[in-house]
């Protein structure tokens, strides 16, 4: 499986962005996805994740509210809507895929990664 996350970008305090994490290679459907990000000097930490239907979706503490994950089954992607975004949100997000069926906080069982999209948030 091959993921491309794309969308990062340099926004101010409280605006958005949406990150787009494209999969190639094995039925996008049979993968549980996740997100995750590392800042600078910081261990990678969960951010979001989705079940292979899409009703199942986990947050970290630190995003619920503001961000929002979904999938297009159809064309492949998964999203990240990111929103009310903070400058502690800096850092390179990453996609990451799974062909278990829980959908882990975890970035240890996760098999498949994309390259990380970097997001700056200016004070």
């Known amino acids: 499986v091959q993921l491309q996350a794309s969308g990062g970008g340099l926004v101010q305090a409280g605006g958005s962005l949406r990150l787009s994490c494209v999969a190639s290679?094995?039925?996008?459907?049979?993968?549980?996805l996740g997100w995750f990000r590392q800042a600078p000097g910081k261990e990678r930490e969960f951010v979001g994740g989705?079940?292979?239907?899409?009703?199942?979706?986990r947050y970290a503490d630190s995003v619920k509210g503001r961000f929002t994950i979904s999938r297009d089954n159809a064309k492949n992607t998964v999203y990240l809507q990111m929103s009310s975004l903070k400058p502690e949100d800096t850092a390179s997000y990453y996609c990451a895929g799974d062909q278990d069926s829980v959908v882990w906080t975890d970035a240890r069982p996760y098999d498949y990664w994309g390259q990380g999209t970097l997001v700056t948030v200016s004070s």
């Open positions: 290679g094995r039925t996008f459907s049979s993968l549980v």
């Open positions: 989705i079940s292979r239907s899409g009703v199942i979706i």
